[in-house]
C-alpha cells in the first residue's frame, strides 16, 4: 500500500471510529454523564500534576459528548490557577490558548457558531497568549476516542496535535518555555483498543476515565 492509499485507509478508520463514537455517546443519559463527570474531576483533582500546575489549559465541554469540565474551571480558578481555553477561527487552522480570568469572564465571552461552545471573541487582542508568555504546565486534551496507553482521536481538525507541536518547536529557540503534561478525560465508552494513527497525532501522557464497568 502507497502513502497515499495508507493515508486514506487511516483517515476512513477514524470516520468510521468518530460515528461509532457518536452513537455510543448518544445513548448516554444526563445522569450517566454527570456521574462519570464527577469521578473523572475527583481523579483529576487528586493527581499531583494538576495540584502543582499554575498554568492550566482546558477544552469547554460539549454538552452530552464530552466530560463536563466547567467544575474543573471553577475549580482552577478556586485554586488561584492561571486558566487558558482555546480560540478556533474558520480562517485559521492554528487555535489560541488564551487566558481568561474569572467565572464572570467565562459568562461573557460569546459562543462561537462551530462546536457552539463559548471563547474569546476573535476581536479581543488583550488577552495572554500561552504560546507567547511560556506555554503551559498541564493541558487537558479534548478527544472522540482514546486508548489505555495514550492514542487520541480527535474531531478531525487537528487543532491540538498541531498546537503541541508549535510548543514542541518553541520549546528548541526558547528555553523559558514549558511543554505541558497533556491529559485526556474519557468517558468509559470512549475507551478503545486500537485507534488509526499517524505521524502528526501525539499521543497523551494520562487518559482518566471511570475504572468501573470498562467494557468495548
Request: proline share 5%.
Amino acid at each position: 500500500m502507497d502513502n497515499s492509499n495508507a493515508t486514506m485507509a487511516i483517515q476512513q478508520s477514524k470516520r468510521l471510529l468518530r460515528k461509532e463514537m457518536a452513537s455510543r455517546l448518544g445513548r448516554l443519559s444526563a445522569q450517566e454523564i454527570d456521574r462519570q463527570s464527577k469521578i473523572i474531576h475527583k481523579m483529576l483533582f487528586q493527581m499531583s500534576e494538576f495540584k502543582q500546575a499554575k498554568r492550566i489549559g482546558l477544552y469547554l465541554s460539549m454538552d452530552g459528548k464530552e466530560i463536563d469540565t466547567l467544575a474543573i474551571l471553577s475549580e482552577c480558578f478556586e485554586r488561584g490557577k492561571q486558566c487558558f481555553v482555546p480560540r478556533y477561527s474558520s480562517d485559521n487552522p492554528n487555535m489560541q490558548m488564551l487566558q481568561i480570568y474569572s467565572w464572570h469572564d467565562y459568562e461573557q465571552m460569546p459562543i462561537e457558531p462551530k462546536y457552539r461552545i463559548k471563547q474569546p471573541s476573535l476581536d479581543d487582542s488583550t488577552r495572554s497568549d500561552a504560546m507567547n508568555s511560556g506555554g503551559l504546565d498541564l493541558i487537558v486534551v479534548p478527544g472522540v476516542a482514546f486508548t489505555c496507553n495514550g492514542l487520541r482521536l480527535g474531531h478531525g481538525k487537528g487543532y491540538y496535535d498541531r498546537w503541541l507541536n508549535q510548543c514542541r518547536q518553541r520549546i528548541s529557540s526558547d528555553q523559558n518555555h514549558r511543554y505541558p503534561i497533556t491529559i485526556g478525560l474519557s468517558f468509559v465508552e470512549q475507551i478503545v483498543d486500537q485507534i488509526p494513527v499517524n505521524e502528526f497525532d501525539i499521543p497523551i501522557d494520562r487518559i482518566l476515565y471511570p475504572l468501573d464497568n470498562v467494557s468495548h
